[in-house]
C-alpha cells in the first residue's frame, strides 16, 4: 500500500495503523461497527464453581478496564461497550453501568460478598485473532489485580469452532461477533434465548423465561419507542444475569494510497 502497490486494503493490524495514520500519503478511514468483544461463561459449570456465582461474573464486568483495551489493544480505534447493541440501535442509550477505567474496588468487594476474596485461578480460551489474544493479556492482568488468575489458552480456527460446538469443554471464553442484520434483534436473540440453549449461538447455554419474553416482545413489535424499552430492560437482565460480559465495539479499518 505504501509503495503504490495496491490502491486499498481493509483490516491491518491494529499495531499498523499509528504508522498508517501518520502518512501523508495515506487515507484511513475507520468507522464503527457492530463488531463486539466479550467474554461467555459456561452455564453448565458445578453449582460450587466460583463462576455459577452471579456476583463474581459482576466482579469481573467491573475489574476490566474497557479504556485501557482501546488505547493498547486497538490504538483507539475500538469503542467501549458494556452491551451488545451498536450506536443508534434499540437499548443503545443504557445508561453506563461500569465505569469505563474499571473499579477494582467494587469488583473486589463483589468477590468477598461472594465468598471468594481470595480469589481463584480460571481458565479461558481464544481464537487465532491476534486483537483478541492480546486484549485477553490486558484482560487477564487486570483480572490478576483483583485476585481472579487467569489461564490463558490459545487455540486456531478450527479449535475454536470445535470447542464452541461442544459448548461444555471451557469455563471462560473470549470472542468477537458481528450482528446478522441491521436491528437489536440479531444481537441477542440467537445469543440468549432459550431456543437456541445449547446450540453455537448460545455460547454461555443461557435461557430464562423472562429473557425469552423480552427477547420475543422485542422482535414483533413495531413500535420504537416501546422496542426501545425492551432492548434497555433486556440490558438490565444482562448486568443481572452476566451470561456474557461485553468489553468492545472494534472499528472497520479502511486504508487507501490517495487522499479524499
Request: aromatic share 10%.
Amino acid at each position: 500500500l505504501r509503495k503504490g502497490e495496491l490502491d486499498w486494503i481493509a483490516a491491518p493490524n491494529f499495531n499498523e495503523l499509528p504508522a498508517l495514520q501518520k502518512d501523508p500519503n495515506i487515507t484511513v478511514l475507520s468507522p464503527t461497527t457492530d463488531e463486539r468483544d466479550y467474554i461467555a461463561f459456561n452455564g453448565d459449570l458445578p453449582d460450587n464453581h466460583p463462576l455459577k456465582h452471579p456476583k463474581v461474573r459482576e466482579a469481573l464486568a467491573y475489574a476490566i478496564d474497557r479504556n485501557s483495551i482501546v488505547k493498547n489493544v486497538y490504538y483507539g480505534n475500538a469503542t467501549p461497550t458494556e452491551h451488545p447493541f451498536p450506536p443508534g440501535l434499540p437499548g443503545s442509550d443504557h445508561p453506563i453501568k461500569y465505569p469505563r477505567n474499571g473499579d477494582q474496588k467494587k469488583a473486589r468487594q463483589l468477590l468477598k460478598e461472594a465468598g471468594f476474596g481470595d480469589g481463584f485461578e480460571v481458565s479461558c480460551f481464544v481464537s487465532h485473532k491476534p486483537e483478541l489474544r492480546d486484549q485477553l493479556v490486558v484482560i487477564a492482568a487486570q483480572l490478576g489485580e483483583v485476585g481472579i488468575k487467569v489461564k490463558i489458552e490459545q487455540t486456531d480456527n478450527a479449535g475454536w469452532r470445535a470447542r464452541m460446538k461442544e459448548g461444555r469443554d471451557y469455563e471462560m471464553a473470549h470472542e468477537d461477533i458481528g450482528m446478522l442484520g441491521p436491528d437489536s434483534d440479531p444481537s441477542v436473540y440467537n445469543f440468549l434465548h432459550n431456543s437456541f440453549k445449547g446450540k453455537y449461538a448460545n455460547f454461555p447455554r443461557y435461557g430464562t423465561q423472562e429473557m425469552d419474553q423480552l427477547l420475543d416482545k422485542g422482535r414483533t413489535s413495531n413500535d420504537p419507542k416501546e422496542r426501545n424499552q425492551i432492548y434497555n430492560k433486556i440490558v438490565d437482565v444482562i448486568h443481572r444475569d452476566y451470561p456474557l460480559v461485553y468489553t468492545t465495539f472494534q472499528k472497520n479499518i479502511y486504508c487507501m494510497n490517495c487522499l479524499l
